[in-house]
């Protein structure tokens, strides 16, 4: 036991450094995990690491896929429905399709209901490896919105494939219209348990007498509430933790209060931190294990195998997302879609952000060993390599060369004629003038008698005209010195208070309560001032 908890925290102390080498290298963190994983995985001595596929389902993708629900905007998520369902649901069966055809064609002994298990194991991208790759480049806001939309979908239906593929290969026999049915009932029913669960923990947000601790740990409880009941009936518990979260999360500023969204976003940024570099840590560790069972002829066999297979993941992706570009232009002819002429580069874009991660290998590692027949479950080492090899040309090589693709292409925004600075500044005005003219209309006769009040005047009347500073700031490359001068003094003045309170805290006659209250309110000070100018550094 000890051994295991020292194991983990060693390997928890080696993923924030990694992640510090990703910051300074400036290449995405899940590359780098990866490639950390493997490179240690390769070390002699070193214990080796297996993943539980059933851990990775249960106590990790809950919190991930729901911590990215409560991320994604509702908005933008409806905005581009069609794009973000289409690729995942149909998209991931066309390409469990044709990585099914492919490798029966190519891989002796591979029949058709193995292709499409491994088909269903590989074809859904991952949420977490696009988005932080994204996030490194200037793209589009429509493009992560995509991306992330269709992140939080295709787990399903991939895993839904993989289900039917499995009993296929298992029992010798596959009805494609109870597979259908089957299809419709499981996503239909997921969704039904997500957003019924999500509805208690509503309710009971809402009308309980709860504190921002006891919100905070319900908001742990409701992903796996909803995983485990949707899974118990066998229906699909990334479709319920997916419409619990969306639901909960586009109702949260009615169930928590100001102090339960501040401490749940910090919590839980903490905690999908780590999730989420244990899981692809973990990826580059498995190394070991998959090689195990093959000798040198099957291992040169299976890489053949597996560039191959890589490169049929691309190619459909890139095509999947030009023929949907196509079809987007044909179709707007006779429906109201989002964009009607998307054109080729931020498909093209979209297509090389097809990265492959934690989900596909621990699908691939829930294969049984035996059949029920006690037989072997036939090819699973190959399976399993082949997805090894998949996500790490996927992640690293598409990873590493698509900020240099976003450049080549030059993609600009085209659904904000605002910047984002501008629109920033619009916002903070408006919310200013409003509140001053509610003052002046409401309250008016008793800021004359109020000396707070008159203070509190005074603050919106200075916020809008240092607003008015910042907008005409922007407009002049001269105005970008006065602003970081102000950040300058600002954190300085910051700093002085802090070390005033921490005199005070020395002497006896002050509570360090108190203290730590005041220290509290400098920091979210600093955080302000810091998201004062964050579009504008």
Same mark, same amino acid.
């Given at each position: 036991?000890?051994?295991?908890?020292?194991?983990?925290?060693?390997?928890?102390?080696?993923?924030?450094?990694?992640?510090?080498?990703?910051?300074?290298?400036?290449?995405?963190?899940?590359?780098?995990?990866?490639?950390?994983?493997?490179?240690?995985?390769?070390?002699?001595? @070193?214990?080796? $690491?297996?993943?539980?596929?059933? *851990? +990775?389902?249960?106590?990790?993708?809950?919190? &991930? !896929?729901?911590? #990215?629900?409560?991320?994604?905007?509702?908005?933008?998520?409806?905005?581009?429905?069609?794009?973000?369902?289409?690729?995942?649901?149909?998209?991931?069966?066309?390409?469990?399709?044709?990585?099914?055809?492919?490798?029966?064609?190519?891989?002796?002994?591979?029949?058709?209901?193995?292709?499409?298990?491994?088909?269903?194991?590989?074809?859904?991208?991952?949420?977490?490896?696009?988005?932080?790759? @994204?996030?490194? $480049?200037?793209?589009?806001?429509? *493009? +992560?919105?995509?991306?992330?939309?269709?992140? &939080? !979908?295709?787990? #399903?239906?991939?895993?839904?494939?993989?289900?039917?593929?499995?009993?296929?290969?298992?029992?010798?026999?596959?009805?494609?219209?109870?597979?259908?049915?089957?299809?419709f009932l499981v996503i239909g029913m997921g969704f039904a348990v997500g957003l019924g669960i999500a509805l208690i923990f509503y309710a009971i947000l809402r009308w309980l007498p709860t504190?921002?601790?006891?919100?905070?740990?319900?908001?742990?409880?409701?992903?796996?509430?909803?995983?485990?009941?949707?899974?118990?009936?066998?229906?699909?518990?990334?479709?319920?933790?997916?419409?619990?979260?969306?639901?909960?999360?586009?109702?949260?500023?009615?169930?928590?209060?100001?102090?339960?969204?501040?401490?749940?976003?910090?919590?839980?940024?903490?905690?999908?931190?780590?999730?989420?570099?244990?899981?692809?840590?973990?990826?580059?560790?498995?190394?070991?294990?998959?090689?195990?069972?093959?000798?040198?002829?099957?291992?040169?066999?299976?890489?053949?195998?597996?560039?191959?297979?890589?490169?049929?993941?691309?190619?459909?992706?890139?095509?999947?997302?030009?023929?949907?570009?196509?079809?987007?232009?044909?179709?707007?002819?006779?429906?109201?879609?989002?964009?009607?002429?998307?054109?080729?580069?931020?498909?093209?874009?979209?297509?090389?952000?097809?990265?492959?991660?934690?989900?596909?290998?621990?699908?691939?590692?829930?294969?049984?060993?035996?059949?029920?027949?006690?037989?072997?479950?036939?090819?699973?080492?190959?399976?399993?390599?082949?997805?090894?090899?998949?996500?790490?040309?996927?992640?690293?090589?598409?990873?590493?060369?698509?900020?240099?693709?976003?450049?080549?292409?030059?993609?600009?925004?085209?659904?904000?004629?605002?910047?984002?600075?501008?629109?920033?500044?619009?916002?903070?005005?408006?919310?200013?003038?409003?509140?001053?003219?509610?003052?002046?209309?409401?309250?008016?006769?008793?800021?004359?008698?109020?000396?707070?009040?008159?203070?509190?005047?005074?603050?919106?009347?200075?916020?809008?005209?240092?607003?008015?500073?910042?907008?005409?700031?922007?407009?002049?490359?001269?105005?970008?010195?006065?602003?970081?001068?102000?950040?300058?003094?600002?954190?300085?003045?910051?700093?002085?208070?802090?070390?005033?309170?921490?005199?005070?805290?020395?002497?006896?006659?002050?509570?360090?309560?108190?203290?730590?209250?005041?220290?509290?309110?400098?920091?979210?000070?600093?955080?302000?001032?810091?998201?004062?100018?964050?579009?504008?550094?």
């Amino acid at each position: 036991m000890h051994e295991s908890i020292i194991l983990y925290l060693s390997l928890v102390v080696v993923i924030m450094f990694l992640v510090m080498l990703a910051q300074r290298i400036k290449i995405a963190y899940p590359i780098v995990l990866v490639l950390g994983g493997l490179a240690l995985s390769l070390v002699p001595g @070193l214990p080796s $690491v297996e993943i539980d596929p059933q *851990l +990775i389902f249960l106590i990790f993708l809950p919190p &991930l !896929l729901y911590e #990215a629900a409560w991320q994604t905007s509702w908005k933008d998520f409806w905005k581009w429905r069609r794009v973000i369902g289409s690729f995942a649901f149909i998209i991931v069966i066309f390409t469990s399709c044709v990585i099914a055809y492919v490798s029966q064609a190519i891989i002796p002994g591979f029949t058709l209901a193995l292709g499409f298990l491994l088909g269903g194991i590989i074809s859904p991208p991952d949420a977490v490896a696009t988005t932080s790759i @994204l996030q490194n $480049v200037k793209v589009p806001k429509r *493009l +992560i919105a995509i991306a992330e939309g269709e992140s &939080l !979908l295709n787990d #399903a239906s991939s895993l839904i494939v993989f289900r039917f593929a499995l009993v296929a290969v298992a029992s010798g026999r596959f009805v494609l219209t109870d597979a259908v049915g089957s299809f419709f009932l499981v996503i239909g029913m997921g969704f039904a348990v997500g957003l019924g669960i999500a509805l208690i923990f509503y309710a009971i947000l809402r009308w309980l007498p709860t504190t921002p601790s006891i919100d905070t740990i319900m908001t742990f409880v409701a992903p796996y509430a909803m995983y485990i009941a949707a899974e118990e009936f066998h229906f699909s518990g990334v479709i319920a933790v997916v419409t619990g979260g969306l639901f909960l999360s586009r109702n949260q500023h009615s169930i928590l209060s100001h102090l339960s969204r501040i401490q749940g976003i910090n919590v839980w940024s903490t905690v999908g931190f780590v999730l989420n570099g244990i899981v692809f840590m973990l990826i580059g560790l498995e190394l070991p294990v998959i090689i195990q069972g093959f000798g040198e002829a099957s291992l040169g066999e299976a890489i053949k195998y597996g560039l191959i297979i890589s490169a049929v993941v691309i190619i459909t992706r890139i095509a999947s997302t030009l023929g949907a570009s196509i079809f987007t232009v044909f179709i707007s002819r006779f429906i109201t879609t989002a964009d009607s002429s998307p054109g080729y580069r931020m498909p093209l874009i979209f297509g090389w952000a097809g990265m492959r991660g934690v989900v596909s290998l621990a699908s691939a590692l829930s294969i049984p060993i035996l059949l029920d027949s006690g037989q072997p479950f036939p090819q699973r080492n190959i399976i399993l390599f082949i997805t090894f090899i998949v996500i790490l040309v996927t992640l690293v090589f598409q990873g590493l060369t698509l900020p240099a693709l976003v450049r080549l292409l030059k993609v600009e925004e085209r659904d904000y004629e605002v910047s984002a600075q501008e629109q920033d500044v619009i916002i903070r005005r408006k919310l200013a003038k409003a509140s001053l003219d509610l003052i002046n209309t409401k309250y008016l006769r008793e800021v004359d008698e109020n000396e707070l009040l008159q203070s509190l005047k005074f603050k919106l009347e200075s916020d809008i005209g240092f607003l008015d500073h910042v907008r005409d700031s922007e407009v002049s490359d001269a105005g970008h010195p006065y602003i970081g001068r102000y950040q300058e003094i600002t954190k300085e003045l910051l700093e002085h208070k802090r070390h005033i309170l921490h005199q005070f805290n020395k002497k006896e006659a002050y509570e360090e309560e108190i203290i730590r209250q005041h220290l509290a309110q400098l920091d979210l000070e600093e955080e302000k001032v810091r998201q004062q100018f964050l579009h504008i550094e």
